[in-house]
C-alpha cells in the first residue's frame, strides 16, 4: 500500500510568486490535514479535511493560504502570493475515518521563499 | 492554552547507551500522546502513543514511553541506543477534536 506522497519534495520560489503544494493521501483516507513547520519550531496544525469538506481551518495563517480538496482525493494547498515567513516544510497527513488518532505523514514540501 | 515542551532540541548519546527524550505537556483535560520520528528525507512515523488504559506504552523498535499524569510528562526512553535510532523525534498532544500539538522535536545522535 502507498502511503502519503506530497508533491514536490523542494521548491524555491521568490517573494510575491504563487506556489502550490500537492497531497495524495493514502487511498480511501477521509481525513487530510495538512501542517507547517518553521525551521526550528513546532509542527503547526493547518487545516483538516473530511473528504472535500474543510472540518477546521482554524490553523491556516491568513488568507494568502488556499487549500482544496476536490473529489475528496487529493489536496492541493497554494500561497499567493509568497512572503519570507513562508518558509518551512509542509506536511500532509491522512487518516482513516474515525481514526482520528492514527496520521500517517508524508515526507513534506521544503519550501524556500527567497 | 494546550502546549508540548521538548527539552534539549539536541541529545547525544553512546552506542548501547540508554535513550531518555523529555516531553512534558499543558492541558486541562486527559490528553492522547504521541511520539513520532522522522528519518532524513521521510515523513514522521508513529513510535507509539497512549490514549488510555496503561500508562506504560511500547512502541516500535524498542521504545517505550510512559504517562504521568502528576508530573505532565511522557518521556521516551529505549534501554541501549543503535546508530539506527539517529533521527528526530517529535513528541505530540490531542486534547479534543482533531489538532494535534506538536513539540519543537528532539534531534538524536548515536555516537559509535
Known amino acids: 500500500e502507498a502511503g502519503v506522497t506530497q508533491f514536490p519534495s523542494h521548491s524555491v520560489i521568490e517573494k510575491g510568486q504563487t506556489v502550490t503544494l500537492r497531497c495524495d493521501p493514502i487511498s480511501g483516507h477521509d481525513n487530510l490535514y495538512w501542517y507547517r513547520r518553521v525551521m526550528g519550531k513546532e509542527i503547526k496544525f493547518l487545516l483538516h479535511f473530511v473528504k472535500e469538506s474543510k472540518q477546521d481551518e482554524s490553523g491556516m495563517p491568513n488568507n494568502r493560504f488556499l487549500a482544496e480538496r476536490t473529489g475528496g482525493t487529493y489536496s492541493t494547498l497554494k500561497v499567493q502570493p509568497a512572503e519570507l515567513e513562508d518558509s518551512g516544510v509542509y506536511f500532509c497527513?491522512?487518516?482513516?475515518?474515525?481514526?482520528?488518532?492514527?496520521?500517517?505523514f508524508g515526507p513534506g514540501t521544503r519550501l524556500l521563499v527567497l | 492554552a494546550q502546549s508540548v515542551t521538548q527539552l534539549g532540541s539536541h541529545v547525544s548519546v553512546s552506542e548501547g547507551a540508554l535513550v531518555l527524550l523529555r516531553c512534558n505537556y499543558s492541558?486541562?483535560?486527559?490528553?492522547?500522546l504521541f511520539w513520532y520520528v522522522q528519518y532524513p528525507n521521510q515523513g514522521l512515523q508513529l513510535l507509539l502513543k497512549y490514549t488510555t488504559g496503561a500508562t506504560l506504552v511500547k512502541g516500535i523498535n524498542g521504545f517505550e514511553a510512559e504517562f504521568k499524569k502528576s508530573e505532565t510528562s511522557f518521556h521516551l526512553t529505549k534501554p541501549s541506543a543503535h546508530m539506527s535510532d539517529a533521527a528526530e523525534y517529535f513528541c505530540?498532544?490531542?486534547?479534543?477534536?482533531?489538532?494535534?500539538?506538536f513539540g519543537t522535536g528532539t534531534s538524536l545522535t548515536v555516537i559509535p
Open positions: 505530540a498532544v490531542r486534547i479534543a477534536g482533531n489538532q494535534f500539538y
Open positions: 492541558s486541562s483535560v486527559p490528553p492522547y
Open positions: 497527513a491522512s487518516s482513516q475515518k474515525g481514526r482520528v488518532e492514527t496520521q500517517y
